[in-house]
């Protein structure tokens, strides 16, 4: 069974994130979302976070959302995944990852699986959504619209 843990902070999920989760299906058996919540984080946002994101998944069983703080390796480990699935979108995203997986490979022996963002989604990011959105831009195109199909 091979499980990956796809961690990131997913602020908002992008269609981005639904991409790389689908491809990973590709790869692995079961995909693990992973939110990563910092401390000062609301409980009740990021539950609100977490059920929007699980709900884009109610038709594939072969993949989970979870929640979690701390250590990603050690979520990894808890959830039974064997490796980290990322995305790249630039160089900068490149070298980011290279140390991460680097360092994560060192403390756990868990190896990262990069996939290369789809160049027509190579621009979108959390960040830029959350930008537009604060401008009052509507940001659905950047979204997914629906849910995952098995
Ligand atoms: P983090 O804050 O950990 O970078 P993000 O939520 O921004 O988390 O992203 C999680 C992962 O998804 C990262 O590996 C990021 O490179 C990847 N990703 C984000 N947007 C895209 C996209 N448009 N195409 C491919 N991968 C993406």
Same mark, same amino acid.
């Given at each position: 069974?091979?499980?990956?843990?796809?961690?990131?902070?997913?602020?908002?999920?992008?269609?981005?994130?639904?991409?790389?989760? #689908?491809?990973?299906? $590709? +790869?692995? !058996?079961?995909?693990?979302?992973?939110? @990563? =919540?910092?401390?000062?984080? /609301?409980? *009740?946002?990021?539950?609100?976070?977490?059920?929007?994101?699980?709900?884009?998944?109610?038709?594939?069983?072969?993949?989970?959302?979870?929640?979690?703080?701390?250590?990603?390796?050690?979520?990894?480990?808890?959830?039974?995944?064997?490796?980290?699935?990322?995305?790249?979108?630039?160089?900068?995203?490149? #070298?980011?990852?290279? $140390? +991460?997986? !680097?360092?994560?490979?060192?403390?756990? @022996? =868990?190896?990262?699986?990069? /996939?290369? *963002?789809?160049?027509?989604?190579?621009?979108?990011?959390?960040?830029?959504?959350?930008?537009?959105?604060?401008?009052?831009?509507?940001?659905?195109?950047?979204?997914?619209?629906?849910?995952?199909?098995?």
């Amino acid at each position: 069974m091979r499980r990956a843990l796809f961690p990131g902070s997913f602020d908002p999920f992008t269609i981005g994130h639904m991409s790389i989760v #689908e491809r990973g299906l $590709t +790869l692995f !058996d079961e995909i693990v979302v992973g939110v @990563g =919540i910092n401390a000062d984080k /609301l409980q *009740a946002e990021t539950g609100r976070q977490i059920g929007k994101i699980a709900g884009l998944f109610v038709s594939e069983p072969r993949v989970k959302v979870i929640a979690y703080s701390g250590l990603t390796v050690d979520a990894a480990k808890a959830n039974g995944c064997g490796f980290l699935l990322r995305g790249v979108r630039t160089s900068a995203d490149f #070298e980011y990852e290279r $140390t +991460l997986s !680097d360092i994560n490979r060192n403390i756990s @022996g =868990i190896e990262t699986v990069l /996939l290369y *963002a789809l160049p027509e989604l190579a621009s979108v990011s959390s960040s830029m959504v959350r930008d537009l959105q604060r401008h009052g831009y509507d940001v659905s195109r950047f979204l997914p619209s629906q849910p995952l199909e098995q």
